[in-house]
């Protein structure tokens, strides 16, 4: 049966209209993007097949459009239409930051994070700068280690907020393993940073880790 067949309910795309994005599966959201299937099958059975063969979803889309391209199912035309997608979605959290308004949702700094720096293979330490407003100033990536871990200098974290004349901070880090759970290592670096960065008077306002799914934040585990 070819999508137009199903009921209305059950199509991707009127799904989407009658519900939003968040009510897809993930092979639904790429069925979208395919627009129809490889002979044979619709388009979510293609994108089954793409996540099942090539996935997850994460590991699906952290290839280049250019290896994206050689997989069934795809080719040059829709590789690019979902390399440009996740740069529209970056450039969007990038803008909600970057405008000048107050950063009132702690959970938008958060997505910021995980969007720059999930695809990493390596582990990176990277540092989004606030004024007394808490309007974003710069975010910088400071610190990159191994697939493991990174050796992070709370000194060089002072020096860059006090040439940003930042009065607040927030920081974060991913996991490239996906686990998101903060180590002991973590939760040490956070109290060191945050007495570094008291002592000249700029607050640390949260630190999240990036891995699979949502990133953790240590404020809201009351490790501030």
Sequence with gaps: MHIRDWPSTERPREKLLAHGAGSLSDAELLAIFLGSGLRGRDAVQTARHLL???GPLRRLLDRSARELA???GLGPARACGIAAALELGQRHLAADLERGTALTDPTAAGRYF???LRPRPHEVFAVLFLDTRHRALAFEELFTGTIDSAEIHPREVVRRALAHNAAAVIVGHNHPSGNPEPSAADRTITARLREAL???QVR???HFV???GL???LA???WL
């Design 114 to 116: 995980a969007q720059r």
């Design 52 to 54: 099942q063969h090539h």
């Design 220 to 222: 809201a585990r009351g």
């Design 70 to 72: 050689q997989l069934p």
């Design 215 to 217: 990133p953790v934040s």
């Design 210 to 212: 990036v891995g699979d």
């Design 198 to 200: 008291g002592l000249v």
């Design 204 to 206: 640390l306002l949260d």
